[in-house]
């Protein structure tokens, strides 16, 4: 092995050190769902996320690892910090309405009610950072390395608090249990995806590539449930409210990328990519059920008692049950939080001057900065998101399908409390480009995307918001000597989901009227099996909105 070769594997190796100290500095930003925005990578992102086919910084050896053929060695470090605001307006059937009391009887206006409400913590950024390392080992031969994150608005403490400002029906004003908390109020998850990948040349312009994803998942979520439901419920009865927080993880969630790409004439590059990752899936975890939660007024919650459970007083106190990483308790989590996603891509650049393309040269090294006067790329993308229509989350039961883990100071823990998302399978498309202003120094870029609504309106949340969504920004990138730094910005919107008041999302309940029970085996008469161990009302009417700002900065170091 030459010295330069030597020498060249030294920077990869401390500049790899750095970058993956300063990305592991900021992990507890993330929160994990399936429904990502385009795209890490700075360069990427100020193209409005069209970039697959062309794919120059080292984020191809997870988002197009044929690509990294036509780079030489290299190492970038990206972020994205997202400013999301969503906002909700929690209703009854017929845009009635609703209140944290409104369980039996109609609205007579003495109730307090449910306002719209939005997220708080909007000025504190989500920061997602990702990071990208390619290897030049031979002409037609790459090695590469990537860690990213699923490119989401995430969420940050306090964001959701589990009170907010309500009203009565004479105007005047409340604070009232939130309307969103059996949809959540936390997410501190994080979720990343590790992944070692290789590019080979085929022939002339004709690359193939591919990656093993070794994803890691820490699951940290708290919302609410209720400890007994009654059949002629109509509403919530905030008085039996249960708050919860899960904790779990998955250290091996297994997946794939695959790409193919190619330079089919001097002009036009053209590539495909897939990606595969299994489902989060636990059989161990921990779980906190403060009952007793708000207080008699419905307007502030319970201080905690920090006394063994069955040493608490029955009011006045939210009484806190552990449940512990105990196989007797916890049963399972599952969870596809990154769905399968196909993508397709294609570009025409515009060489500048005399400057030889790849397909016709032997140059095996693209650099659009040096190269092109300008470049545009337009990208199609198919997300099966019905696959993550469930998180499943059980607990251990009875033979005949019964509750039997005691809540304090009198509830059940429900074997299954699963939660269905009711996601469907999403389109998108991308277009962007760059115009290089001054050769090998700088550029700049734009671009926009649209994704088609990864739920029906019944199914509205508030994290993430799976309506159809798009965005629109641009950036800049400027090289000092072997570095590349790029900046950019987009504007995200989405469209109101709104099911007037008619929500799909039922929540878990511990038990039904106190007697009969719920079972998963033999449900109460007139009940299915289905609906056991869940409120009869949905908690998810009314309407959200969400929009974004979001930034992203990088850089990639050449050698």
Known sequence: ????????????????????????????????????????????????????????????????????????????????FAYNRVCYSRRNPGNQYTGPMQSTAPDTG??????PVCNEQTYQPRIIPSLGIVWRAADRLAFGFAVVAPATYGSTPGEWPSVTEGKFGNGERTTV??????????????????????????????????????SVAVIDVQSFGMRTVYADDRGDKSDVDSYSHLRTKDMFVPGAVAAIHWSATENFDAAIWGRWIDAIDSENGSL??????????????????????????????????????????????????????????????????????????????????????????????????????????????????????????????????????????????????????????????????????AADPEWLHIAPVPAARGGFGGGVVYRVGAFDFSVGYQRHLSRPLDNKGRGALQVGAGTWQGDPEFSTQDPPP?????????????????????????????GVFRF
Request: net charge positive; glycine share 10%; aromatic share 10%.
């Open 288 to 453: 906190d059920l403060l009952g007793e939660y708000y207080n008699t007024s419905q307007t502030t919650t319970n201080p905690v008692c920090l006394d063994q459970p069955q040493n608490c007083p029955t009011s006045g106190q939210a009484i806190r049950t552990h449940f512990g990483d105990d196989p007797d308790v916890f049963k399972q989590f599952r969870f596809v939080a990154t769905p399968p996603e196909v993508r397709a891509g294609i570009r025409f650049h515009m060489p500048r001057g005399n400057a030889p393309a790849v397909a016709a040269t032997t140059r095996t090294i693209r650099d659009p900065l040096k190269d092109d006067l300008w470049d545009v790329e337009l990208n199609g993308s198919y997300t099966l998101n019905s696959v993550a229509d469930e998180i499943r989350v059980r607990f251990q039961g009875s033979p005949d399908g019964k509750a039997i883990h005691q809540v304090y100071p009198n509830g059940r823990l429900p074997p299954r409390a699963d939660r269905f998302t009711g996601y469907k399978n999403s389109y998108g498309v991308r277009l962007g480009g760059q115009y290089n202003l001054v050769p090998e120094m700088f550029g700049v870029r734009a671009g926009g995307w649209y994704e088609t609504a």
């Open 177 to 214: 249990p939130a309307p969103y908390r059996f949809m959540s109020v936390g997410n501190r998850s994080t979720i990343l995806h590790p992944t070692l990948s290789v590019g080979y040349e085929l022939a002339k312009g004709l690359r193939i590539g591919a990656g093993f994803i070794w």
């Open 526 to 554: 007139g009940q299915s099996k289905e609906q056991q161990f869940r409120t009869f009302h949905a908690v998810n009417g009314g309407k959200v909105i969400q929009s974004a700002h979001v930034f992203t900065a990088g």
């Open 1 to 80: 092995m030459t010295m330069r070769r030597l020498s060249s594997l030294g920077q990869l190796a401390l500049a790899a050190s750095a970058a993956s100290a300063c990305v592991a500095l900021t992990l507890p930003a993330f929160a994990s769902n399936p429904l990502e925005y385009p795209d890490n990578g700075a360069a990427a992102f100020s193209r409005g996320g069209a970039w697959l086919a062309t794919a120059t910084d080292p984020l191809a050896a997870h988002y197009n690892p044929a690509a990294m053929v036509t780079q030489g060695n290299g190492v970038s470090l990206d972020f994205l």
């Open 110 to 115: 003495a109730a307090a009610r449910y306002s």
